[in-house]
């Protein structure tokens, strides 16, 4: 077996072995050239898209990934529709300069954006902002944050408690939510299911994010 064979063999078992992506390895589409893989198909969730990526970078002899993955949507929307959503989002956002965003979307549900914000939080929250739209099956962020700020796990945790803020499903005054290697855990009582599923999502849509352990119980 050639090196690129043993690669897409190696993932291919890494996937099989994670809770996100057992249901969803046999749509997923692994190519391999030289060390570089390329990760093609649908999957469920953007849990599934984010751990797709990082476990397959993580398989000795892996160079690069190139994520083309799209998540699966109940509500498909034309492009035009979701651009409008989007920049709608963003305008309702008070601190974006949403007229220095491009936001660009094709006809399967991808967005691209590209432009230049001031701070980590708003490129992260233009991100979620985006997969918060229904019929959204990709997020290129190409965003340019200037003057450039130095991440940490303490600022993803205040700008993953900002973003929990901003969805209604979701009151984080109630539990905690800790950050340690990008790995993000949940601890604490909610109120609902919806509550708990929407907050481990909020937590996946955000970049920067390599792992969710959702703890939290009903009340």
């Known amino acids: 077996m050639n090196p690129d064979h043993q690669i897409v063999h190696q993932v291919e078992g890494v996937f099989t072995r994670n809770a996100h992506l057992a249901s969803n390895h046999r749509s997923l589409k692994i190519h391999c050239e030289s060390g570089y893989v390329t990760l093609s198909g649908t999957v469920d969730t953007v849990a599934a898209k984010r751990l797709a990526s990082s476990l397959a970078a993580a398989v000795i002899g892996v160079k690069g990934v190139e994520d083309r993955l799209r998540v699966a949507t109940a509500d498909p929307m034309g492009d035009l529709e979701i651009a409008d959503h989007i920049r709608h989002a963003f305008i309702q956002e008070g601190n974006l300069e949403e007229g220095g965003i491009e936001i660009e979307t094709d006809l399967e549900g991808g967005v691209i954006l ?26 290129r962020n190409l965003l340019v944050v200037n003057p450039a700020e130095e991440d940490s ?24 939510v800790e950050v340690r290697g990008g790995r993000v855990t949940l601890r604490g009582q909610v109120d609902s299911e919806t509550e708990r599923d929407a907050a481990e999502k909020d937590c996946w849509y ?14």
Not at 153 to 176: A, G, H
Not at 206 to 211: A, K, L, R, Y
């Open 206 to 219: 955000t970049p920067g994010v390599e792992d969710v352990d959702n703890r939290l119980t009903l009340a």
């Open 114 to 139: 590209r432009g230049v914000v001031h701070s980590l939080i708003q490129r992260r929250l233009c991100e979620v902002l985006c997969w918060w739209v229904p019929g959204v099956t990709e997020v």
């Open 153 to 176: 796990d303490e600022e993803l945790r205040d700008n993953l408690i900002i973003v929990l803020e901003k969805d209604v499903l979701v009151n984080p005054k109630k539990f905690r």
